[in-house]
């Protein structure tokens, strides 16, 4: 839409109605765009073939960190051990507080002297 374009390049014409300057899509980002379109798109990158085999590569590629794996939840407070129900109903104030009256865990050989 005209409307869109910085205000130097949209004129009004005689009749009342928006045009386009002169120089509104004559410029190097513009040019540099269109250029990079008609090549992928005589490279084929837009047919559906290529957009699926882009997608299988891109999923093969796709790594879960390994933290993100360890500390996964099916739901928020399910690694405290609360029902899904539950969970759903409290809200995070309230699995902070009772995360927080529940003693840590000390591994022997975590303290160092």
């Known amino acids: 839409r005209s409307s869109d374009l910085p205000e130097v390049d949209r004129q009004v014409g005689s009749d009342g109605q928006m045009r386009l300057s002169s120089s509104a899509l004559n410029n190097e980002f513009f040019a ?10 005589a490279d084929g990158e837009f047919t559906p073939e290529m957009q699926a085999r882009i997608r299988q590569e891109m999923e093969k590629e796709k790594k879960v960190e390994q933290w993100k794996d360890n500390f996964f939840e099916e739901y928020y407070g399910q690694r405290l051990g609360l029902p899904r129900e539950e969970a759903q109903k409290t809200s995070v104030e309230d699995l902070v507080e009772k995360r927080t009256e529940q003693p840590l865990p000390v591994e022997v050989g975590d303290r160092k002297s």
Request: hydrophobic share 40%; no cysteine; proline share 0%.
């Open 32 to 41: 540099h765009a269109a250029q990079s379109w008609q090549e992928r798109l």
